[in-house]
């Protein structure tokens, strides 16, 4: 929801923004109506809505990540609208766990997984642990007993300073197909950074979306720009990043909020004075525009759907969570040149004033899950100056009607593969491992799903597992060999072998050839 101070929004939580639109969406008339408690829900004909979690399990979901069991973990705000460094003196804010153990679709038992924690801003479920985010850091919460409740917390990545007043300077983080996990940080407090491959120290005001190893190392700036709050990071099953943000685009009357594409390097607007920071390289003195207006939207969770569950038009397409405007919306892409634009349709209203969802996210049947905060949230929110913490929120599954839930079943180990064997089958288009399962098995779920056909005749060399294909042929070729240099010492040529690991060993250089005649 986006916080406003004097000037300009800076976000906090949500990302709100200077007041609620005229129109609060364009639900499609004559489609399918739902009532559950005081929200009429209206979806596509076809579709249908329901709830899957009580209050009593969780009272104020705000983000949400699955795991590899289809275990549900959810941020529970406490309902304080205090500012994040006043929570942090006394945190009450709580991680649950929700479990379908019937396979019924509805979460029937919960355990609180961590609780005690400060403001949280995103979560994440990877390899075994669950990472939170909130300012200034971001933490790394495992449960190394197994009993359900995690029993260390440890640091992962620090801002560097205390949380400004909105609390706006660390989203996520997420899960990138690539192994890295990606986080955002918000304008304008400067934070203090250093790149992992150049070892150059920056310390800018702007937005970025950043990422890193998993033990934090090799962290770099994916995307930056002017914007106030770059929130949610979602993949394709192109690897392609896509990211929401408020305030991010002001070239045209009725812009503001958007979706953004995020290539690599990409400058994005608002234009202000942070893009003139010599820590943001700008190619050119254009900025990149988001491929969706959303107008005051308020945009936070977003979610990449590739799945068939839907039918037909669904695969491939983006879920956003609009906070203003009381919806979810359908973003149908095409691609457009080295980027994309998107058709932006209404997918989920609630007729209730109260609605406002946080995230939205693809569960590993195609179904499509919902988190609705409930009406506790004023705090740097213009168009929330209503503070009804006893409007409890709500997390909703939304199935094609009829559609029966298909429970998640635990990843089974699979045999030894050789690097060779793994080489080919990366190279083959109709490789089976592409299925959603095992990609949201191996990397925690990335916000996106991908399930035969829709994975199964991608370019190689247009999808993430490429760097997997490289780091295979890394270990393949032969090792780097001494070369012969004529080096100039004392102005007079020297003839001297160059060893790989000397300093004056300049790099290797592989060439990757495809579709040679094998005779």
Same mark, same amino acid.
């Given at each position: ?212 190893? !998993? ?37 045209? !009357? ?98 209730? =004033? ?85 990609? =949201? ?53 020297? =003839? ?24």
């Amino acid at each position: 929801m986006t916080s406003i101070s004097p000037g300009f929004g800076s976000a906090g939580l949500l990302w709100m923004g200077l007041g609620l639109a005229t129109t609060l969406g364009t639900a499609n008339l004559g489609a399918a109506t739902r009532q559950i408690g005081a929200h009429t829900f209206t979806l596509p004909e076809g579709f249908q809505i329901e709830a899957v979690a009580s209050t009593e399990q969780v009272a104020r979901p705000v983000n949400g990540s699955l795991d590899d069991q289809g275990r549900l973990y959810v941020t529970d705000s406490s309902g304080s609208t205090e500012p994040p460094a006043t929570q942090a003196k006394n945190p009450q804010w709580r991680v649950i766990r929700l479990e379908d153990t019937d396979g019924d679709g509805r979460y029937d038992r919960s355990v609180v997984f961590a609780d005690k924690l400060p403001m949280l801003q995103g979560i994440l479920w990877h390899q075994g642990s669950v990472y939170v985010g909130g300012t200034p850091a971001i933490w790394k919460l495992t449960d190394a007993d197994g009993d359900g409740r995690a029993d260390r917390r440890d640091e992962w990545w620090n801002v560097g300073h205390p949380s400004t007043h909105c609390g706006n300077e660390v989203h996520g983080p997420y899960a990138g197909p690539d192994g890295l996990i990606y986080w955002t940080k918000g304008a304008f407090e400067p934070v203090r950074w250093t790149n992992g491959f150049t070892g150059t120290v920056h310390q800018d005001k702007a937005s970025h979306i950043f990422r890193a190893r !998993p033990d934090g190392s090799a962290m770099e700036s994916v995307m930056t720009g002017g914007m106030d709050n770059p929130v949610d990071v979602v993949f394709n099953a192109d690897g392609e990043a896509f990211f929401t943000s408020t305030f991010i685009d002001f070239s045209q !009357p009725g812009f503001r909020d958007g979706v953004g594409h995020a290539s690599f390097g990409a400058v994005f607007g608002k234009a202000n004075s942070v893009l003139e920071d010599r820590a943001v390289f700008r190619p050119g003195p254009a900025l990149a525009h988001p491929i969706a207006q959303l107008g005051a939207a308020a945009p936070s969770g977003l979610a990449a759907y590739d799945h068939s569950a839907f039918g037909a038009g669904y695969s491939g397409n983006l879920f956003a969570s609009a906070f203003n405007l009381r919806k979810i919306s359908r973003l149908q892409l095409e691609r457009d040149g080295a980027s994309f634009r998107a058709k932006d349709t209404d997918f989920v209203v609630s007729s209730s =004033i109260d609605f406002h969802p946080t995230d939205v996210l693809a569960d590993a049947d195609g179904s499509v899950l919902i988190l609705d905060t409930g009406g506790w949230y004023k705090l740097c929110c213009p168009s929330s100056q209503l503070w009804k913490a006893d409007v409890l929120g709500g997390v909703y599954r939304v199935t094609k009607t009829g559609a029966s839930h298909q429970r998640s079943k635990a990843p089974t180990a699979a045999a030894p593969e050789s690097e060779l064997a793994r080489v080919r089958r990366l190279g083959d288009r109709r490789d089976p491992s592409a299925s959603g399962h095992q990609t =949201i098995a191996s990397t925690g779920g990335y916000r996106g799903f991908c399930a035969p056909p829709g994975c199964a005749a991608r370019s190689l060399l247009r999808e993430a597992r490429a760097r997997r294909v490289l780091d295979a042929l890394v270990d393949l070729a032969p090792s780097p060999k001494p070369r012969t240099s004529s080096l100039i010492v004392n102005k007079q040529p020297v =003839i001297k072998e160059v060893q790989p690991e000397d300093a004056a060993f300049a790099g290797v250089v592989f060439k990757v050839q495809a579709n040679m005649d094998p005779s």
